[in-house]
């Protein structure tokens, strides 16, 4: 009897718990966040001239894309009106996925699953991007409203050398500097970018051609963080010795803000694709994209480009013709996730990876690849210590969110360059210009991307000469450095660095430490399923025993430029 | 591109690895990484086949005696407890679990003039207390499509508990002689049970939860008087989960 009392008591509270829960979130939060798609586009047209920013138009000619596909003709007003008529609020409409977003209760959602053009109603996950920052590694002092904090003279030698590395001499030299592209950048916020002298020449020639906070739905992303101020900087943030921060300063800018820090909005990865949307239809030639979501929402082995709604919009956004560059993400030394985030994971997307600027080898803290099922990430690595500006100063910041628009400054100079290369054929030339194709590993993926790749033209590649000689045994191959390969050569000054020519001019070589040798072992279908840096101190440098090798696998080796594989026959 | 080069500076090195693999050794090596076993999806994880992590809480005793002579103090009344969480995932949405705790358990009487239990005798401070170890399997049902976090859930569990020890201590003050107190413990009354089970549900998010337990068990053993009254069943509070 006592039991019985107890268990009406305890169903009681089975049956209020819920209950409770969903009145209580019926108070906090009245509807969920659905993500509707429609079936067609039937009957919708577009003026690619009056829709598109002329230098959109251009993009898409030199391209050669149609001035607009399907995918860019609006949604049909008929079917957006009826799902207006039966939630809460839409809070995005994409062309390009031919959807929307929108706030329902779960009646209402059935409700639009019955409506006609209807193809899909999903719940739409809550979770925010993060920043691929992780901390600084020194804070500025109260921001003055005039001039910045001086750097330290290592600080100082960084912020050259951060782009010194990347050929900024060269560009320079050749007049490329960005001029004549759009770059977008999607960040948390540009707080006092718009009064920081590093951007000051920025707004002297008009450069930032258009700002959208996608949160906030206005103008202004001048708040919600110094993320993006940071991010820009590396682009084209100027110290005042003239020195730049990034390749990009003659380029110009659209500025986004798609996500807020610190706090858990609704509407983070909708933001991303609007921006996209709004980025591809103001004429960015680059979208640098500095964030990237992890484990909130999936698995590593999820990271497949195809799963996160981002990754897809990437994907979609380099379909237009725009390279995407995207952060590799501050996951190396986390165990529990170590790869590349989303939209990072997405084949199409140009993923950077942090390098040491004293070793200039991968840093514990960025994301290794491969993306799942064994693909190939990052694709290239540049510094992830650099010099940026930020509210009242400068400082010294670790994370691959500032390798990441090192390198779309690179990309803004080389598409410069070649400013008639599909978005792809560029992509590909960037892979090709990584300092260890083609050799590549899952830390650092091709390399430091250098500048003497894109100087040498469209002639015949010149093959490197070999470097180290493999010599097999019965169960061993050793790896023997060539005598006039293991001479570490000294470096002159030239008589003015800013004239001497490029191609005498390695800048990477100059300024990089003595260069290690990179092995790895791959097993038949190309997984690298082990690779190693060794510091070069004896030619005898590397001994393998053949049973390690992967059944039909190869051994791989890279030094100095010279890349060999080894194989049992 | 396989090549197999062979030259002649390169056989002499040969003839020297032979004696050289302790060098080969001693190459520094500046970055390692393994991705054949670096790549394999791990089964530990907080959304993965198997989590453990340990976790504290506070459940307060909810509600009154089943009758008069068992007054007591609130939110005094209630249990601190710590342990360890073993969760198997089932399903995406689903999951099984074994907890295993320590639980101290308080009973604060308030003095009062309708006081019974365990005697009529007023004391400046008295309690009962049992020192638990707990164990609660459970069912898990969570929300939302999630990563590899803890997310959303709701937890239904029956639990079982054994009494390392029980006390009844009270405090008189003035103390007996010259003391200002006396402090009296009596271990182990023959009047509390040992051995305890119930239900509880659980509502968390990422790390933290409310708590719910209702005992089904009775506090007090056969040899204690029929007047005692059975003392609250409900315990509600809070946990949170270390990790």
Known sequence: MRFRKHLTLWLGLLAGLPAAAQSSASITAPAARYWVTFRDKAGQMLQPAAYFDPAAQARRRRQHLPAADSTDFPVRPDYLARVRALTDSVTLVSRWFNAVACRATAAQAARIRLLPGVSSVEVWPERPMLPAVIHRLQRPAAPPAGSPDPLSPDDLVLARRQTAVLGAAGFRQAGQQGQGLRIAVFDVGFRATNTHPAFAHLYRRRAIAATYDFLRRTPDVYRGGSHGTEVLSCLAGQLPDSTFLGLAPGAEFLLARTEQQGSELYAEEEAWLAAAEWADRNGADIINSSLGYTDRRYFPEQMNGRTSLVARAAAMAVRKGMLVVNAAGNDGDDPTWRT??????????????????????????????????????????????????????????????????????????????????????????????????????????????????????????????????????????????????????????????????????????IASPPAPLYWQLRDASGFITRYEVLEVSQRAILRVPLQQLPAGGTLRVHFRGYTASFSVL | MNRLIFNWPPLLALLLLTVWPRLAAAQRVLLRADPATDTIPRRYGPNRALYQHLYLGYTAVVGAADGPGAPLRYPQSGELFVGLRNKWRVTGATAAGLDARFAYLRYHLRQSSAKQVPTAQPHYRESLSLTQLQLEPFVRLSFGRRGNVVGHYLDVSGWGSWAISSNHSYEDRPGQGQGTRTLVREVRPAYLRRWSWGLGTRLGAGRYALVGRYRLADTFSTQAPAIYPELPRWLLGIEVGVF
């Open chain 1, 340 to 509: 590349v985030g989303t939209p990072a994971d997405a084949d199409s997307v140009l993923t950077v990876g942090g390098l040491d600027p004293d070793t200039f080898l991968h840093l514990p803290f960025s994301s290794y690849g491969p993306a799942a099922g064994g693909r190939l990430k990052p694709n290239l690595s540049a510094f992830g210590v650099a010099i940026t500006a930020v509210p009242g100063g400068f400082e010294r910041v670790e994370g691959t969110s500032f390798a990441s628009p090192l390198v779309a400054g690179f990309a803004a100079c080389a598409w410069q360059q070649q400013r008639d290369l599909p978005v792809m054929a560029l992509f590909a030339r960037l892979q090709q210009a990584g300092q260890l194709y083609p050799y590549f590993d899952y830390a650092h993926g091709y390399g430091l991307p250098r500048v003497a790749a894109f100087s040498a033209g469209d002639g015949p590649a010149v093959l490197p000469n070999p470097t180290f000689d493999f010599v097999a045994a019965d169960s061993a191959v050793s790896v023997i450095i060539r005598p006039e390969a293991a001479v570490v050569p000294a470096y002159s000054l030239p008589l003015q660095a800013a004239t001497e020519p490029l191609a005498d001019t390695p800048t990477a070589e």
